[in-house]
């Protein structure tokens, strides 16, 4: 971005920003979540920052990694949110047979945790990899069995997936089925329809993926709001901006790792984050006019000191422009949460 264009986008954000002063940090005691103009407010009309935590686990089947004292521990950090990935896989383990239990004897149990200790839950319809078949998690077994279990074969996957609304109509359903069975729960935040739906390259000549994202968005928006007017739906970008999306109680929620995997990190790249985050806000804030939230975002060099200089600037430029976050990531049992995110009172 130009010096010209980060100029005018820092004016407009102070200017958005501005508006739904004072922020709290909301629980779900105080009733669902919605949006207005570019915040994400409560049931009074109050605007909120959403700040807290991916919790990994029943994505790829290690419902081992939760337990409640993990939610004791995220309210002791003063989160308010948990980013709770989920695995298409396992809830349509067969093709057209949706696995209701999957809810019922795993993520039930999240939710209530939660709700004790007055945290919100996003549901993530994650994918890695795009499916077990190549190493990752996501796609069903039967979406991708004919497929070469190796890069080549997962972006043909991938590319069959977004040129086939039949398929995608699959996951389309899947999402209505978990929306009626949360419709009136208000722990939940919202949905996250598609995690990470950019990375994979088409094999397809002429395939629109963009395109072919956007109206995968489009129905589903469609669908479950039919059973559900009551939850916010987080989107993830693709690649280039698009048009046709409605933008009533959205938030984008793009990740942010921008030489988060670099051999090190100085200060000195201060800069070349800002320029990332701008170019975020810019697009969602400004472009889109909606809410934006930082789905993921880590640090990953392998020494101490790199970590720890990146996580301060990354939550720098969120603190300052009034952006809410979910750290990559809490697994309950190895990883514990760095200092930088706990949030003084």
């Known amino acids: 971005m130009r010096t010209g264009n980060i100029a005018a986008a820092l004016f407009l954000l102070a200017t958005v920003g501005a508006a739904f002063t004072p922020v709290i940090y909301a629980t779900p005691t105080r009733g669902f979540l919605s949006t207005r103009g570019t915040?994400?407010?409560?049931?009074?009309?109050?605007?909120?920052v959403l700040r807290g935590v991916n919790y990994p686990g029943y994505e790829q089947d290690h419902p081992d990694l939760h337990n409640s004292m993990a939610y004791s521990t995220f309210a002791g950090n003063e989160f308010n949110v948990v980013r709770l990935?989920?695995?298409?896989?396992?809830?349509?383990?067969?093709l057209g047979a949706f696995n209701?239990?999957?809810?019922?004897?795993?993520?039930?149990?999240?939710?209530?945790w939660a709700k004790s200790a007055g945290i919100y839950v996003i549901l993530d319809m994650h994918q890695s990899d795009w499916a077990g078949r190549f190493g990752g998690e996501g796609a069903p077994d039967w979406m991708v069995e004919n497929y070469a279990a190796n890069v080549t074969g997962m972006r043909h996957a991938a590319s069959d997936f977004w040129s086939n609304t039949n398929l995608?109509?699959?996951?389309?359903?899947?999402?209505?089925?978990?929306?009626?069975?949360?419709?009136?729960?208000?722990?939940?935040?919202?949905?996250?329809?598609?995690?990470?739906?950019?990375?994979?390259?088409?094999?397809?000549?002429?395939?629109?993926?963009?395109?072919?994202?956007?109206g995968f968005y489009v129905r589903t928006i469609q669908a479950v709001r039919a059973v559900d007017p009551n939850h916010i739906i987080f989107l993830e970008p693709g690649s280039v901006k698009m048009f046709n999306l409605p933008i009533s109680n959205i938030v984008w929620a793009p990740h942010f790792y921008p030489l988060a995997f670099a051999p090190k990190f100085y200060l000195d790249n201060y800069t070349f984050l800002e320029n990332d985050f701008i170019a975020k806000y810019q697009t969602c804030l400004i472009d889109y006019g909606?809410?934006?939230?930082?789905?993921?975002?880590?640090?990953?060099?392998?020494?101490?000191?790199?970590?720890?200089?990146?996580?301060?600037?990354?939550?720098?430029?969120f603190n300052r422009y009034g952006i809410g976050w979910g750290w990559w990531s809490y697994d309950g049992q190895y990883t514990s949460i760095p200092d930088q995110l706990y949030i003084p009172s």
Do not use: C
């Open 39 to 48: 915040s994400i407010v409560d049931s009074a009309g109050q605007a909120i």
């Open 85 to 94: 990935p989920l695995s298409w896989a396992n809830l349509e383990p067969q």
């Open 100 to 112: 209701s239990e999957y809810l019922s004897s795993h993520v039930d149990q999240d939710v209530q």
């Open 168 to 214: 995608q109509d699959h996951l389309v359903q899947v999402w209505v089925k978990i929306a009626q069975h949360y419709a009136n729960e208000p722990t939940i935040a919202g949905y996250d329809l598609f995690n990470e739906p950019w990375i994979f390259t088409s094999v397809i000549p002429g395939l629109n993926a963009t395109r072919a994202l956007e």
């Open 290 to 317: 909606t809410p934006m939230w930082i789905g993921e975002f880590g640090a990953f060099m392998p020494d101490n000191s790199s970590r720890a200089i990146w996580l301060q600037v990354a939550l720098d430029l």
